[in-house]
């Protein structure tokens, strides 16, 4: 199971530990559409999933490399724009051809799209944000369980 988002530093990396302490962590793995690589989770959402009774300390942004996508037997996206991201890669055919699963992480909840918390102060908004995450994402580890 893959999850991308922009940046891999707020919302891929708080799937990717709750996915991964369903399904086991040699089955999920996050990624970023954007080159960035090699930073921390955002200090607020690991400060967040610490409180939810997970760790992001051990966390590190990975840019999206094709290798991930022929990996992946489903991809999970935040937003549209995640997903025409995806759409862009030159692996993507491929993808396409071997019929992977690929779905908004949000519909497994019912929402179409979970918005970015990366310009969000902390407060009750980060905080809803987060919690759809969380949310969404043991959704989705029983649904694919």
């Given at each position: 199971m893959l999850v991308v988002c922009k940046g891999n530093v707020c919302r891929s990396p708080l799937a990717e530990v709750v996915l991964a302490d369903v399904l086991g962590p040699?089955?999920?793995?996050?990624?970023?559409?954007?080159?960035?690589?090699?930073?921390?989770?955002?200090?607020?959402?690991?400060?967040?999933?610490?409180?939810?009774?997970?760790?992001?300390?051990?966390?590190?942004a990975c840019p999206l490399l094709d290798e991930d996508l022929a990996w992946a037997d489903v991809i999970l996206y935040m937003s549209e724009a995640n997903l025409r991201g995806l759409e862009l890669r030159d692996a993507w055919p491929a993808v396409v051809s071997r019929a992977v699963r690929v779905r908004s992480l949000g519909s497994y909840i019912g929402i179409d799209r979970i918005a970015d918390p990366g310009f969000l102060p902390r407060g009750p908004r980060l905080e809803a944000v987060l919690g759809i995450v969380v949310q969404a994402s043991l959704a989705a580890a029983r649904s694919l369980a």
């Open positions: 040699c089955r999920v793995r996050s990624r970023a559409l954007t080159p960035s690589a090699g930073g921390p989770a955002a200090l607020k959402v690991r400060e967040y999933a610490a409180r939810v009774g997970y760790s992001l300390e051990d966390h590190r």
